[in-house]
């Protein structure tokens, strides 16, 4: 039985690393095997492999009384038996008076056949003075339920420095005053520094409680070793009122019971007494050096500590280490007391009144462009939002609109259109002429060679649009660039090339994917806010299709909004407007 909320298999450990090796106790009665549920078998009986040898006890061990009663115990059984026993009860609710709960750990030990005679009631309590030992003839469930086991009738009070010779076993309790104790052995030079009051008594009724002092201890030999020692309420007799010190309910109702008379009896029993409390440590230090001079005491090297790592959070939080980062970003910080973009405060892109053009220049480029950049970037938006619905992205825009789907798969299908063929050209032009003219190609060489590796010219040609009817959005692009722009040598280089390609064929014209994509290179390399390896990244990573993608999208999401307002129905394209060419199959 368990005095203590303890788990059965831990008490009795416990008991067994003291009493095993005692000749009394019989041989493997310290046997004990706690185990949880889904627990491995075969590793249990590796450990113990009296297991498989001796008869079996298995209980839960969860604190449980009256196990008996319940129907918990199962005796005299082999292994498979408690295997099978344990895995019908582990994980299931059961229910103890007003209490239910699973049962998930369990003990198993050996089965000891006995008489019921022969079974007893063991409990030993540790109390500040002695070892208390309560036992009742029998055992088990009575014992838990009859009051008389702890009544002092079946007791045995073994008080701390004194031995009690039972019919079997004998049992010692140990203190600082016990010759055999290792304190007081010759090779382990103690100091024993005493501060509480407690622990210091020196009246008869110690002495009646047959409790050792420490001045006969000091006086008879039973104590060897230097004490350095201060009874605590010194400063008592300086107070007009009665003061209690020590332990409850400790006072003092004579001289011998004052802190200064036991102070002057330990000194004169040879304790090392400091003057006052605020001496103490260097008492401490002056009985420690002086066995270190005597040889009694030969100091070791200090041997450093472990590191011990930092927490975690602290040290985060002092900055010292930062979590690995999922993923990063040099664009936004939403994190302080106002939105950043690119480190601009967004009361500040109000207030100076930015624009579209300047939001987009510090999340697309972390920085800020003239201010004519922005305007231009504004106008490419402008004017390539939309182009009617004809165009193979607000076709697609609006067949999915009809079909019922909701604006972002509208939207998607319109943008999953935009490529090499439709409105994805812009970086192929950049690239395109930026090469040329950057290998110095006079325009009709530049031509010519395209033409040989049979290769379309990016930006060139319109299926609407000629040099007889102009797109007045490219008009629009080029006079701007031409008119603010700091040098548009590529741009001028892109036209003559137009004058080659419009004198084969008046639809060969320089067109908006072509004047946006020439004239972005030309402010990325004259503008001074680029070097020319950025320049030229911005134009590898796909920058200027996104200009495109971002303008294009205002007008398929008014085609989305169109078609909705609208009511349009399902789409079916007519059959008169579809060639249907099958293969002829002989009958």
Known sequence: MSAKGISEAYGKNLLWKSLCNHPGVASGMGNVCSFSEGS????????????TQQRLVAKPDQLIKRRGKLGLILADADLNSVKEWVQQRAGKEIQIERAAGLLHKFIVEPFIRHEASEELYLCILTERDADEILFYHQGGIVAAD??????????????????????????????????????????????????????????????????????????TGRIKKPIVAWCIGTCASHLTTEVQFGHAGSCANADRETASYKNKALQNAGVHVPESFDQLGDSIQAVYQS?????????????????????????????????????????????????????MPITEIFKE??????????????????????????????????????????????????????????????????????????DGAARQFSAAYDAGLIPMQFVNEMRKKGELIMGIGHRVKSLNNPDMRVVILRNFARENFPATPLLDYALEVEKITTSKKPNLILNVDGVIGVAMVDLFRNCG??????????????????????????????????????K???????????????????Q
Request: negative net charge.
């Open 40 to 51: 491995n078998w075969d590793q249990l009986v590796s450990q113990h492999p009296w297991l």
């Open 146 to 219: 009859n009051p008389h086991c702890q009544d002092g009738t079946g007791n045995v009070h073994v008080v701390l420095g004194e031995s009690y010779q039972g019919e079997r076993t004998p049992f010692q309790a140990g203190s600082l005053f016990d010759p055999d104790s290792a304190f007081n052995q010759p090779d382990q030079p103690i100091v024993f520094v005493v501060t509480a009051e407690d622990h210091l008594r020196l009246h008869e009724e110690h002495a009646m409680r047959r409790k050792f002092h420490v001045v006969d201890a000091i006086r």
């Open 291 to 343: 066995l270190i001079a005597s040889g009694k005491v030969v100091e070791k090297p200090e041997v450093p500590p472990p590191t011990v790592p930092m927490d975690y959070a602290w040290a985060r939080e002092l900055g010292l280490i930062r979590k690995p980062a999922s993923f990063m970003t040099s664009i936004c910080d939403e994190r302080g007391q106002e939105l950043l973009y690119a480190g």
């Open 353 to 426: 009144d930015i624009g579209i053009g300047g939001v987009l220049s510090l999340l697309w480029f972390q920085r800020r462009l003239p201010r004519y950049a922005g305007k231009f970037l504004e106008m490419c938006l402008m004017v390539t939002a939309d182009h009617g619905p004809a165009v193979s992205g607000a076709h697609n825009t609006i067949v999915c609109t009809r079909a019922g789907k909701d604006l972002v798969s509208c939207l998607a299908s319109g943008l999953l259109t935009i490529g090499d063929r439709f409105g994805g050209a812009l």
């Open 529 to 566: 806010c680029f070097t020319p390896e950025e320049a030229q990244e911005y134009i590898e990573i796909g920058t200027l299709n996104g200009i495109f993608v971002l303008g294009r999208s205002i007008g398929f999401i008014g085609h989305y909004l169109d078609q909705r307002r609208l």
């Open 568 to 586: 349009q129905g399902l789409y079916r394209h007519p059959w008169d407007d579809i060639s249907y060419v099958l293969p002829e199959i002989n």
